[in-house]
């Protein structure tokens, strides 16, 4: 079954720290992949979303991630992190096969320490 | 442009009733997407509807229903409310798989 796996409920990180978020996905092909943040009762914003080409993704708010296929992996990351990247985060895959289907990880959430 | 409208904000109602929520996608998209966000669940898709029909469908009791109108715009039905239904619902709206606008969700309540 199409599955994906973010193992990290909580990450703890100091304001100016390096942050990255981890995500795995079990699907038969590249899967589209995105990464979305979620403020307190908001909605989800884009932060960035790879397809193909260049596997390192830049996105918005100074977030970039990985596509490693051989690892099944898309990991997030930020070199400097800001009190305002408290929230929650979310990794995603779609296939064309599936539809316009958005299957999520379970979501980290991310605190910051000043 | 404008992004995704959903309609209702927030919600209470009382068990055994019905609700009706809204989404306008953004203009030029047909196809739209609904999840259900709660604690325990995490984000579930619930079904999907591109140009009138759905094409795509959660693993949801029927009590959970949807319509697509011809501008695209969206509602999705809960019929006999379960203290299980409180949740915060999102739309989202596509022109593929390859992008989604999500609108900033329904806050479903059931007392």
């Known amino acids: 079954a199409q599955s994906v796996t973010q193992p990290d409920i909580h990450i703890t990180v100091s304001e100016g720290a390096s942050l990255e978020l981890r995500c795995n996905y079990s699907y038969g092909a590249t899967p589209y992949l995105f990464w979305y943040v979620q403020s307190p009762g908001q909605g989800l914003q884009l932060l960035l979303k790879?397809?193909?080409?260049?596997?390192l993704v830049q996105g918005i708010k100074g977030f970039e991630a990985e596509f490693k296929r051989s690892q099944s992996s898309f990991n997030l990351r930020k070199p400097s992190v800001h009190w305002s990247d408290a929230a929650e985060y979310f990794c995603?895959?779609?296939?064309?096969?599936?539809?316009?289907?958005?299957?999520f990880g379970g979501g980290t959430r991310v605190l910051v320490k000043p | 442009k404008a992004g995704v409208t959903q309609t209702p904000r927030y919600l209470i109602k009382t068990r055994g009733q019905q609700v009706t929520l809204s989404c306008s996608p953004i203009?030029?998209?047909?196809?739209v997407s609904w999840y259900q966000q709660t604690p325990g669940q995490g984000l579930q898709f619930l079904f999907e509807y591109f140009s009138e029909t759905q094409r795509n469908k959660g693993n949801f009791p029927g009590r959970f229903s949807g319509r697509q109108f011809s501008n695209s715009r969206s509602e999705m039905n809960v019929s006999t409310l379960e203290l299980g239904d409180s949740a915060l619902y999102l739309c989202?709206?596509?022109?593929?798989?390859?992008?989604?606008?999500f609108g900033s969700g329904t806050r479903l309540t059931v007392v």
């Open positions: 790879y397809f193909s080409g260049d596997t």
């Open positions: 995603a895959v779609a296939t064309q096969a599936a539809g316009n289907k958005l299957t």
């Open positions: 989202a709206s596509s022109l593929d798989a390859s992008g989604y606008t």
């Open positions: 203009s030029g998209h047909r196809s």
